[in-house]
């Protein structure tokens, strides 16, 4: 079985359940192979938290919480800093990478990178 990290914005896609949310339906479902960087679960809560209150981030937060949370730590952050990306992406790629996941992601940022299922 393949291990999957969402990015955050298909995470939002997903949750407001607009046209895209298929592309990224089956990573997100398939909680048993789900893994959740910590920050991508910091960026969806504060936009969520901005846009719908603390009550939506709650329950937005339970269904992020049925896959496994990677926190930041020194080995995560000392293998980010290696790459030329902005931080939260160098968090994401680097989970991705240290635990052999599949990127699922909208974001160009991420386009043509190894383990990366990219949806322009």
């Known amino acids: 079985m393949t291990l999957n990290v969402v990015d955050s914005s298909a995470w939002l896609e997903y949750l407001a359940d607009t046209t895209r949310a298929k592309l990224f339906a089956s990573a997100i479902e398939d909680t048993d192979n789900l893994v959740v960087p910590a920050v991508v679960l910091y960026e969806v809560c504060?936009?969520?938290r901005r846009e719908r209150g603390e009550d939506a981030v709650l329950q937005v937060a339970a269904a992020m919480e049925s896959g496994r949370i990677i926190e930041i730590d020194a080995r995560l952050a000392?293998?980010?800093?290696?790459?030329?990306?902005p931080l939260a992406d160098s968090l994401i790629y680097a989970t991705t990478s240290m635990i052999s996941a599949t990127l699922w992601t909208q974001d160009?940022?991420?386009a043509g990178l190894d383990r990366v299922r990219y949806f322009k």
């Not at 293998?79 to 990306?85: F, G, K, N, W």
């Open 108 to 110: 160009a940022d991420f």
């Open 46 to 48: 504060k936009k969520v």
């Open 78 to 85: 000392l293998e980010a800093s290696r790459l030329d990306m």
